[in-house]
């Protein structure tokens, strides 16, 4: 049985924004992590610095990505992978 949804202009408009955030935090994060991979190749002490800003980077953007994907699966009314309709 299908249920529809509606999101509000409100929802919406909170929905784009924080994606764009979240877009806006990954090509930052994609940007540093290229100049240092640069940067690694001229200079090997910098691999240290790329490695931990991967580490550290990465699990950020996972997170970041769980939330809004949480956050639109609540605004759809989507039910997560594994849980039957009632």
């Known amino acids: ?22 877009k806006h935090s990954i090509n930052n994060a994609l ?8 940067m690694s190749q001229r200079r090997p002490d910098y691999a240290e610095k790329l490695a931990s800003t991967v ?7 996972v997170s970041s990505l769980q939330e809004f994907t949480q956050a639109l699966n609540e605004k759809a009314g989507a039910r997560p992978e594994g849980i039957p309709g009632s």
């Open 55 to 61: 580490l550290t980077k990465a699990p950020q953007i």
């Open 31 to 38: 940007a540093v992590m290229m100049a240092l991979s640069e």
């Open 1 to 22: 049985m299908s249920e529809e949804t509606s999101i509000s202009r409100e929802e919406l408009a909170q929905l784009q924004k924080k994606f764009s955030e979240i």
